[in-house]
């Protein structure tokens, strides 16, 4: 199956800080999620961005589908940045059935 | 905005009992999906359900597991005889059919499972 690694595992910054969290995965897909993990456990969809970028206010992401690898960027941190980020992949042809990296756990110190 | 429900958010039970799990998908989406996290851990993929049948499904969703949709709006997980291990966060996701939309999913808030 198609596998997907998240780098780098734990990120720590100083608030105001710039950051970029990469997704590597292994295939071709027709789906690709990044995801916040709040402190309830929450999973907050940041972006759905199976190819090209897209900006949502201090985030921004993009996706070369071409050469399998997306990455998250977080402009000017904020304390409550703080948590885990995860990417998430459904294979080409498959049901749609997200395949979830380990995850980056951001803390953002004030 | 319409969102993904799920009742309910903390599950306590005690080891062989058995616990059933609800979710409200968006009410337009056809595709629907159960996903599970021990705690530390990342998101692993139970089974997706599509049609009134199940589509797919992993290593994880053995006998002790079963999903229903009984009505037009609920779908359910529900384990058979729950074990220690089974404490988790389960979360629903549901999405639209493919096409002009895409794949996108969307999550429910989870229900934290806990076994004692």
């Known amino acids: 199956g198609i596998q997907v690694e998240q780098s780098p595992p734990d990120l720590i910054l100083q608030e105001g800080a710039n950051s970029t969290l990469r997704c590597n995965f292994s295939?071709?897909?027709?789906?690709l999620q990044w995801f916040h993990q709040n402190p309830w456990g929450q999973l907050i969809n940041l972006f759905y961005?199976?190819?090209g970028t897209k900006q949502n206010g201090r985030l921004s992401a993009t996706t070369v589908a071409t050469e399998r690898y997306s990455l998250l960027y977080i402009s000017s941190s904020q304390t409550t940045d703080s948590g885990v980020y995860f990417c998430?992949?459904?294979?080409?042809?498959?049901?749609?059935?997200?395949?979830f990296g380990k995850g980056t756990k951001l803390s953002v110190k004030p | 905005e319409p969102e993904v429900t799920q009742t309910p958010s903390h599950q306590v039970t005690q080891m062989g009992q058995e616990v059933i799990l609800r979710c409200v998908p968006i009410?337009?989406?056809?595709?629907f999906y159960w996903y599970r996290q021990i705690l530390g851990q990342k998101v692993e993929f139970l089974v997706s359900?599509?049609?009134?049948?199940?589509?797919?499904k992993s290593e994880i969703f053995d006998d002790q597991f079963s999903v229903e949709r009984p009505d037009g709006s609920n779908f359910t997980l529900k384990i058979r005889s729950t074990k220690l291990e089974d404490s988790a966060m389960y979360f629903c996701?549901?999405?639209?059919?493919?096409?002009?939309?895409?794949?996108?999913?969307?999550f429910g808030p989870g229900t934290r499972l806990t076994v004692t």
């Open positions: 996701a549901s999405r639209t059919p493919s096409g002009r939309v895409g794949y996108e999913q969307y």
């Open positions: 295939d071709s897909v027709n789906n």
């Open positions: 998430a992949v459904a294979e080409g042809g498959s049901q749609g059935n997200l395949i």
């Open positions: 359900f599509y049609n009134n049948e199940i589509s797919e």
């Open positions: 009410s337009n989406h056809l595709y």
């Open positions: 961005i199976p190819s």
